[in-house]
């Protein structure tokens, strides 16, 4: 009986450390994207901003090569399920990228803004409303957390 | 008999009822004849084109434009029988106007009321000036009277002025006005003649165009699908609105309006002056490596070409002790955003492979058809704010290969756009970026693999040079995108 005591003392300390560590590393960034358009036609680029804030009391450097390999897009439909990925997305080799190649440098609550064609990586060519997340990987020398965005819609009209 | 049975008292009276009866019909309401003669008879003018009244219209309420002398009404004495004319007779009038003037002629023409097809008659006519420049008043009256030897008909005249007309712009008159505006602000205008019995007789109306050299009718830019244009103006220059439309250079710029009434008068033209600001000396420095995080200060040389970790060959390392390229861009301007265009003019990777075989040459990934230049580069835009950088590398460089190189070259346009106004409802249409110029640069690297276990690579030449901005106001085109998610080699 002690012995559970203890063990059960010692896991709830364990417990809360863990809570406290994970509260205290909270990302140095923000992500907020949104639609370029609202609606767009069938066939039409439909582009989300993102924007990446640096929400430290200090400067940091970032790099930025391409925006269908830096970020992670969740495209949902409107009955929840995961809209397919286009060939171009399944043809992406991002570890050979080899053209834009930005390194920003952000103030405090300085910004990054970039745009990513939904449309070339999730099949959306149906008419309806789509719901979109985007996740960011913070570089290493930031925790490598991943960022999450808040959600945003699109609506494909015929 | 009939007349029998009549009183005689009704007997008497009864062709003088007749004569009134008759005389009721064929006089207009707003007329009185003087008496009427057996075979003769008056008559308005028929309608001449163009311009001139209605004949007919019995409430004389002509809408006209100033400053033109404008045919008001015209009568003339004729025997019905023979259709002979009479008099022409003669006008005088009763009651002065106030804010024009009056003037009688003669006019030949046909009767209005269908007699006499074919006849000529030489009518005596009144017209109408509005010379007054009193912005406060649009109406005016006046009244006259024609006689001819056995006629008399008396016109009051309602003058409604059609004057300049208005210009509406974000809700406010901008006529005869200067408007402050800025490139790449939507442009919508609407004309309209001063008051409704003006529009109301508005036949036409004609805007003046921008010039094709400093507007646009808008511009589209997407990477996928690939293709970015402008817009042409709006061609449609007839209609009450005109736009939407954008200057993209700062300068004063004038728009015009007039409109034509049924009757054919053209109104006097309206002009809206628009002082159009917008970015003004703009200079962009280029510089590379060892740069200022913040951006460049002036144009300097670019970075160097380094193997990079992967190992990669790359243009520059993405450090600030060795950035690729840095593009920095400064102007005057009203508040508003730089953002970059960068189109691929070249891009080639050649590589040797170790085991003898054939020379592979290599494109980016480019959409429809890799290899097919100018193209879009990653994204649109490649970036905002006022600095950027590129540090293009090839991917993972493995002893497959023993010698890589790579031609590179690129156009990096510089482009501004407004901030929308706060109650712009027009959401993306509100403004559209402007172009301020652009940097073409280039560079060229090529490694050789120095030791294979290891995969090993060291730089055996590499440059780059990037060209002074030039300014313009020519947008980016393209209807391709390297989309540089792999390569394709062959």
Same mark, same amino acid.
């Given at each position: 009986?002690?012995?559970?005591?203890?063990?059960?003392?010692?896991?709830?300390?364990?417990?809360?450390?863990?809570?406290?560590?994970?509260?205290?590393?909270?990302?140095?960034?923000?992500?907020?994207?949104?639609?370029?358009?609202?609606?767009?036609?069938?066939?039409?680029?439909?582009?989300?901003?993102?924007?990446?804030?640096?929400?430290?009391? $200090?400067?940091?450097?970032?790099?930025?090569? @391409?925006? #269908?390999? %830096?970020? &992670?897009?969740?495209?949902?439909? =409107?009955?929840?399920?995961?809209?397919?990925?286009?060939?171009?997305?399944?043809?992406?080799?991002?570890?050979?990228?080899?053209?834009?190649?930005?390194?920003?440098?952000?103030?405090?609550?300085? $910004?990054?803004?970039?745009?990513?064609?939904? @449309?070339? #990586?999730? %099949?959306? &060519?149906?008419?309806?409303?789509? =719901?979109?997340?985007?996740?960011?990987?913070?570089?290493?020398?930031?925790?490598?957390?991943?960022?999450?965005?808040?959600?945003?819609?699109?609506?494909?009209?015929? | 008999?009939?007349?029998?049975?009549?009183?005689?008292?009704?007997?008497?009276?009864?062709?003088?009822?007749?004569?009134?009866?008759?005389?009721?019909?064929?006089?207009?309401?707003?007329?009185?004849?003087?008496?009427?003669?057996?075979?003769?008879?008056?008559?308005?003018?028929?309608?001449?084109?163009?311009?001139?009244?209605?004949?007919?219209?019995?409430?004389?309420?002509?809408?006209?434009?100033?400053?033109?002398?404008?045919?008001?009404?015209?009568?003339?004495?004729?025997?019905?029988?023979?259709?002979?004319?009479?008099?022409?007779?003669?006008?005088?009038?009763?009651?002065?106007?106030?804010?024009?003037?009056?003037?009688?002629?003669?006019?030949?023409?046909?009767?209005?009321?269908?007699?006499?097809?074919?006849?000529?008659?030489?009518?005596?006519?009144?017209?109408?000036?509005?010379?007054?420049?009193?912005?406060?008043?649009?109406?005016?009256?006046?009244?006259?009277?024609?006689?001819?030897?056995?006629?008399?008909?008396?016109?009051?005249?309602?003058?409604?002025?059609?004057?300049?007309?208005?210009?509406?712009?974000?809700?406010?008159?901008?006529?005869?006005?200067?408007?402050?505006?800025?490139?790449?602000?939507?442009?919508?205008?609407?004309?309209?003649?001063?008051?409704?019995?003006?529009?109301?007789?508005?036949?036409?109306?004609?805007?003046?165009?921008?010039?094709?050299?400093?507007?646009?009718?808008?511009?589209?830019?997407?990477?996928?699908?690939?293709?970015?244009?402008?817009?042409?103006?709006?061609?449609?220059?007839?209609?009450?609105?005109?736009?939407?439309?954008?200057?993209?250079?700062?300068?004063?710029?004038?728009?015009?309006?007039?409109?034509?009434?049924?009757?054919?008068?053209?109104?006097?033209?309206?002009?809206?002056?628009?002082?159009?600001?917008?970015?003004?000396?703009?200079?962009?420095?280029?510089?590379?490596?060892?740069?200022?995080?913040?951006?460049?200060?002036?144009?300097?040389?670019?970075?160097?070409?380094?193997?990079?970790?992967?190992?990669?060959?790359?243009?520059?390392?993405?450090?600030?002790?060795?950035?690729?390229?840095?593009?920095?861009?400064?102007?005057?301007?009203?508040?508003?955003?730089?953002?970059?265009?960068?189109?691929?003019?070249?891009?080639?990777?050649?590589?040797?492979?170790?085991?003898?075989?054939?020379?592979?040459?290599?494109?980016?990934?480019?959409?429809?058809?890799?290899?097919?230049?100018?193209?879009?580069?990653?994204?649109?835009?490649?970036?905002?704010?006022?600095?950027?950088?590129?540090?293009?590398?090839?991917?993972?460089?493995?002893?497959?290969?023993?010698?890589?190189?790579?031609?590179?070259?690129?156009?990096?346009?510089?482009?501004?756009?407004?901030?929308?106004?706060?109650?712009?409802?027009?959401?993306?249409?509100?403004?559209?970026?402007?172009?301020?110029?652009?940097?073409?640069?280039?560079?060229?690297?090529?490694?050789?693999?120095?030791?294979?276990?290891?995969?090993?690579?060291?730089?055996?030449?590499?440059?780059?040079?990037?060209?002074?901005?030039?300014?313009?106001?020519?947008?980016?085109?393209?209807?391709?995108?390297?989309?540089?998610?792999?390569?394709?080699?062959?």
């Amino acid at each position: 009986m002690k012995i559970f005591t203890l063990a059960l003392l010692f896991g709830s300390a364990l417990f809360f450390l863990s809570v406290g560590f994970a509260q205290s590393r909270q990302t140095p960034f923000a992500l907020t994207i949104a639609a370029a358009q609202a609606e767009v036609p069938r066939g039409s680029e439909a582009k989300i901003n993102t924007t990446i804030t640096n929400l430290s009391n $200090s400067a940091v450097a970032l790099e930025f090569k @391409n925006p #269908l390999c %830096d970020y &992670s897009v969740e495209v949902r439909d =409107s009955m929840g399920n995961l809209a397919p990925d286009t060939d171009l997305k399944k043809s992406l080799d991002c570890a050979n990228v080899s053209g834009r190649h930005i390194n920003a440098y952000l103030q405090p609550h300085e $910004s990054f803004k970039d745009a990513i064609p939904v @449309n070339s #990586l999730n %099949d959306i &060519s149906e008419v309806g409303e789509y =719901s979109v997340r985007v996740t960011w990987k913070a570089p290493r020398e930031f925790g490598g957390m991943v960022v999450k965005s808040n959600t945003t819609k699109i609506t494909v009209v015929p | 008999m009939l007349v029998s049975r009549c009183p005689l008292r009704f007997r008497r009276l009864a062709p003088i009822i007749v004569y009134i009866l008759a005389a009721s019909m064929f006089a207009p309401n707003v007329h009185a004849q003087k008496r009427a003669v057996g075979g003769t008879k008056v008559g308005r003018i028929a309608p001449m084109s163009p311009g001139g009244l209605v004949p007919g219209s019995e409430t004389l309420s002509p809408t006209l434009v100033p400053e033109v002398q404008t045919f008001i009404d015209a009568w003339v004495e004729y025997n019905t029988s023979t259709c002979v004319e009479i008099s022409a007779g003669s006008w005088t009038v009763t009651t002065a106007p106030k804010y024009g003037t009056t003037a009688t002629g003669t006019v030949t023409g046909t009767l209005g009321n269908g007699d006499c097809a074919g006849v000529t008659f030489t009518f005596a006519a009144i017209y109408y000036t509005w010379t007054s420049t009193n912005p406060k008043v649009d109406t005016d009256t006046f009244a006259a009277t024609w006689t001819s030897p056995d006629y008399q008909e008396m016109d009051t005249v309602d003058i409604t002025e059609c004057g300049g007309p208005t210009i509406m712009f974000n809700g406010a008159n901008v006529a005869e006005k200067t408007t402050s505006a800025a490139v790449g602000q939507e442009i919508m205008l609407t004309g309209q003649a001063p008051n409704a019995a003006c529009v109301s007789a508005t036949a036409s109306q004609q805007w003046s165009m921008p010039s094709s050299t400093n507007a646009v009718g808008g511009y589209t830019a997407t990477a996928s699908p690939p293709n970015a244009a402008v817009t042409p103006l709006p061609t449609d220059t007839t209609s009450t609105s005109y736009g939407p439309f954008y200057w993209i250079s700062p300068a004063t710029y004038t728009m015009t309006y007039q409109y034509t009434l049924t009757n054919g008068e053209t109104s006097p033209v309206s002009t809206a002056k628009f002082k159009v600001g917008g970015p003004k000396e703009v200079k962009v420095y280029t510089c590379g490596g060892s740069v200022p995080p913040t951006g460049c200060t002036n144009t300097t040389a670019l970075g160097t070409v380094v193997i990079t970790p992967g190992p990669a060959l790359g243009f520059g390392d993405a450090t600030y002790s060795n950035t690729g390229i840095q593009f920095t861009a400064s102007a005057t301007a009203p508040p508003g955003d730089f953002s970059y265009v960068q189109e691929i003019t070249n891009d080639v990777i050649t590589e040797t492979p170790s085991d003898g075989s054939a020379v592979q040459t290599c494109y980016p990934l480019e959409v429809p058809t890799p290899g097919v230049f100018p193209g879009l580069d990653t994204s649109y835009p490649y970036s905002t704010g006022a600095t950027t950088t590129d540090n293009p590398g090839t991917g993972t460089l493995t002893n497959v290969d023993k010698k890589v190189s790579r031609a590179f070259s690129a156009q990096m346009y510089l482009l501004w756009t407004p901030t929308a106004a706060a109650d712009c409802t027009g959401g993306a249409s509100c403004t559209i970026p402007v172009p301020l110029g652009s940097v073409s640069w280039r560079f060229n690297a090529a490694a050789k693999l120095t030791n294979s276990a290891l995969d090993t690579w060291t730089v055996t030449s590499g440059k780059g040079s990037a060209k002074a901005f030039v300014a313009s106001n020519s947008y980016p085109t393209w209807t391709s995108w390297v989309e540089y998610g792999g390569m394709s080699c062959h």
